[in-house]
T-cell receptor, first 114, second 113 residues
Framework: DTAVSQTPKYLVTQMGNDKSIKCEQNLGHDTMYWYKQDSKKFLKIMFSYNNKELIINETVPNRFSPKSPDKAHLNLHINSLELGDSAVYFC?????????????FGPGTRLTVT | GNSVTQMEGPVTLSEEAFLTINCTYTATGYPSLFWYVQYPGEGLQLLLKATKADDKGSNKGFEATYRKETTSFHLEKGSVQVSDSAVYFCALSDHTGFQKLVFGTGTRLLVSP
């Protein structure tokens, strides 16, 4: 049973297109996250939702729009894709926002913008 | 702001060698500290954590001690295996209540037989 799943695993698209990445967790967690990992493996948080409410919104271009239809899902929509958006995007979840909770990561979505 | 600094990799070791991966942090207050591991083609997994000064986190033979005086959380293992080859990330979480993890740049470990 996959705890945190993401689709698609690979996404190749052209500049200017709009694409979405979906994330689902079956752990019953309240909190979900999106991270971006660049080509040098540097990992940075983008967004976090707690009980479907946005609680972390880092300095991410507003071409990126997260949506949480329910606690188990957090999707990421990206408009007008740019070359610099190429990266691996990880979804994660944690039980809640109480101190030092473990975050469970999905397998990642490798986005390549040509 | 908060930040984490890790030693540059790759770290290349022979099986059964001793491993140290250095990690230091800058944070206001007393953050919680974590080590996550990323195996090839996979997402990150929590390896161990420590939530207060002098705490030692341990798992699968790995250990790290939260040192407030040196703001460090170095990862150690007495005898590495080929299966330990992965990228290791040090991270901190402050106590704003939002579980925001700040990661180091990651250190790749390569263990040869």
């Amino acid at each position: 049973d996959t705890a945190v799943s993401q689709t698609p695993k690979y996404l190749v698209t052209q500049m200017g297109n709009d694409k979405s990445i979906k994330c689902e967790q079956n752990l019953g967690h309240d909190t979900m996250y999106w991270y971006k990992q660049d080509s040098k493996k540097f990992l940075k948080i983008m967004f976090s939702y707690n009980n479907k409410e946005l609680i972390i919104n880092e300095t991410v271009p507003n071409r990126f729009s997260p949506k949480s239809p329910d606690k188990a899902h957090l999707n990421l929509h990206i408009n007008s894709l740019e070359l610099g958006d190429s990266a691996v995007y990880f979804c994660a979840s944690s039980q809640d926002i109480a101190g030092a909770r473990e975050q469970y990561f999905g397998p990642g979505t490798r986005l390549t913008v040509t | 702001g908060n930040s984490v600094t890790q030693m540059e990799g790759p770290v290349t070791l022979s099986e059964e060698a001793f491993l140290t991966i250095n990690c230091t942090y800058t944070a206001t207050g007393y953050p919680s500290l974590f080590w996550y591991v990323q195996y090839p083609g996979e997402g990150l997994q929590l390896l161990l954590k420590a939530t207060k000064a002098d705490d030692k986190g341990s798992n699968k033979g790995f250990e790290a001690t939260y040192r407030k005086e040196t703001t460090s959380f170095h990862l150690e293992k007495g005898s590495v295996q080929v299966s330990d080859s992965a990228v290791y990330f040090c991270a901190l979480s402050d106590h704003t209540g939002f579980q925001k993890l700040v990661f180091g740049t990651g250190t790749r470990l390569l263990v040869s037989p």
